[in-house]
């Protein structure tokens, strides 16, 4: 088999810790004694043991890891953080070839990982499938080169243009999209670590904003209040999740518990569309060290960080429905990456390039 395969395995296996290892990148590792894997793992949750350790704890004949392969999609680390440095344990093992995928942008990596084990005498190659690692640890990427998430907005709308019907008698959403368009927006939840939501559709919907039909955790819920409006009982309270609610309230109210953490800041007046409040919350985010956040809604939280062109990608899922009147769908201009027919929804896909 080729690099590139094996490093595409390492790809596909490190998409199983995606949404769990943040602040951490999602890392995949494959450990090959002539052409066999002998060993693999993924990034265990944050405070866990890295792709790496993980690869080499699989290997159930550890003499054969002196005559083996390890290959890894992102630079090992040469770093004391919640675990030893990587590099360390794989001259430890003494394992004489490293094929890498992509260069670490942490500073406390970039490039020394590399230069520790080639010290060690240990032959080291170093961009097979570089793009497509790139790709896959984008959000780790983003947080390091950018100071900020990586930010996926999300939202459905109907065939005319609304995210919201104009009325409704209850206290839940009203879906737009069928059942398959809401297990697949239930995967894409699971693969970033928060998920953002305004006022308004906590008042309209009381979501659970969790992925119930999916595997994996539940992301952090970030919800923004600015004068503390939603009720005491809404479900976002429940204590279930960790929650951070962002408002312009000074006081603490007195739900504030362990997992329910209320962030003051400053918001801009209503309708202030030139405002740099799309980067505040981002800098709120960064203090909690969320490497990713999936953005819901509503439309007006949606607007703020396209207007301030704070995105990376977005979904938006159209249904076979028409309201005729309503909440409308975001003002949004990007070109579009791919769509794909999910029976009767269209699910549009936009990367901000």
């Given at each position: 088999?080729?690099?590139e395969?094996?490093?595409q395995?390492?790809?596909?296996?490190?998409?199983?810790g995606?949404?769990?290892?943040?602040?951490?990148?999602?890392?995949?590792a494959?450990?090959?004694?002539?052409?066999?894997?002998?060993?693999?793992?993924f990034?265990s949750a944050?405070?866990?043991?890295h792709a790496?350790?993980n690869?080499?704890?699989?290997v159930?004949?550890k003499?054969?890891l002196k005559q083996?392969?390890?290959?890894?999609?992102?630079?090992?680390c040469?770093?004391f953080?919640?675990?030893?440095?990587c590099a360390?344990?794989?001259?430890?093992h003494?394992?004489?070839?490293?094929?890498?995928?992509c260069?670490?942008?942490n500073?406390l990596?970039a490039g020394k990982?590399i230069?520790?084990l080639?010290?060690?005498?240990?032959?080291?190659?170093v961009?097979?499938?570089?793009?497509?690692?790139k790709e896959h640890?984008k959000r780790?990427?983003?947080?390091?080169?950018?100071k900020?998430p990586?930010i996926v907005?999300?939202w459905?709308?109907?065939?005319?243009?609304?995210?919201a019907?104009?009325?409704?008698?209850?206290?839940?959403p009203?879906?737009?999209?069928n059942?398959?368009?809401?297990?697949?927006?239930?995967k894409?939840r699971?693969?970033?670590?928060?998920i953002l939501?305004?006022?308004?559709t906590?008042?309209a919907?009381?979501?659970?904003?969790?992925?119930?039909?999916w595997?994996g955790e539940?992301?952090?819920?970030?919800?923004?209040d600015?004068?503390?409006?939603?009720?005491a009982?809404?479900?976002?309270f429940?204590g279930a999740?960790?929650t951070?609610?962002?408002t312009?309230?000074?006081?603490v109210?007195?739900?504030s518990?362990?997992?329910?953490?209320?962030?003051?800041?400053e918001?801009?007046?209503?309708?202030?569309?030139e405002?740099?409040?799309?980067?505040?919350?981002?800098?709120?985010l960064?203090?909690h060290?969320?490497?990713?956040?999936?953005i819901e809604?509503?439309?007006?939280?949606?607007?703020?960080?396209?207007?301030?062109?704070?995105?990376?990608e977005?979904?938006?899922?159209?249904g076979d429905h028409v309201f005729?009147s309503?909440?409308?769908?975001?003002i949004f201009?990007?070109?579009i990456?791919?769509?794909?027919?999910i029976q009767?929804?269209?699910l549009k896909?936009?990367n901000?390039?």
């Amino acid at each position: 088999m080729s690099q590139e395969f094996y490093i595409q395995r390492c790809i596909q296996i490190a998409k199983n810790g995606l949404g769990t290892t943040a602040p951490n990148p999602s890392v995949g590792a494959v450990i090959v004694f002539k052409d066999k894997i002998i060993g693999e793992g993924f990034t265990s949750a944050y405070g866990g043991s890295h792709a790496e350790v993980n690869a080499i704890a699989a290997v159930k004949e550890k003499k054969l890891l002196k005559q083996a392969t390890l290959y890894v999609s992102l630079e090992p680390c040469s770093h004391f953080g919640k675990t030893p440095p990587c590099a360390d344990l794989i001259v430890q093992h003494q394992i004489p070839k490293v094929v890498i995928g992509c260069v670490d942008s942490n500073s406390l990596v970039a490039g020394k990982g590399i230069a520790r084990l080639r010290k060690a005498g240990i032959h080291v190659t170093v961009g097979v499938l570089e793009a497509a690692c790139k790709e896959h640890h984008k959000r780790f990427f983003t947080v390091q080169l950018k100071k900020r998430p990586y930010i996926v907005l999300k939202w459905a709308t109907t065939k005319d243009g609304y995210i919201a019907p104009e009325s409704k008698k209850i206290q839940k959403p009203v879906w737009i999209s069928n059942l398959f368009s809401q297990q697949l927006a239930h995967k894409i939840r699971s693969s970033e670590q928060a998920i953002l939501v305004g006022t308004e559709t906590v008042i309209a919907d009381n979501p659970t904003l969790n992925i119930r039909n999916w595997a994996g955790e539940h992301p952090v819920r970030i919800v923004l209040d600015r004068t503390l409006r939603i009720p005491a009982d809404a479900t976002v309270f429940d204590g279930a999740v960790k929650t951070i609610v962002i408002t312009a309230n000074k006081t603490v109210p007195k739900n504030s518990r362990e997992n329910i953490i209320y962030e003051s800041i400053e918001f801009p007046p209503l309708q202030d569309e030139e405002s740099d409040f799309a980067q505040t919350i981002c800098t709120v985010l960064q203090k909690h060290s969320i490497q990713s956040v999936l953005i819901e809604g509503g439309g007006q939280t949606l607007q703020t960080f396209i207007n301030a062109k704070l995105w990376d990608e977005a979904y938006v899922f159209v249904g076979d429905h028409v309201f005729g009147s309503g909440t409308k769908a975001p003002i949004f201009n990007s070109n579009i990456e791919s769509e794909i027919r999910i029976q009767n929804d269209l699910l549009k896909k936009y990367n901000n390039d």
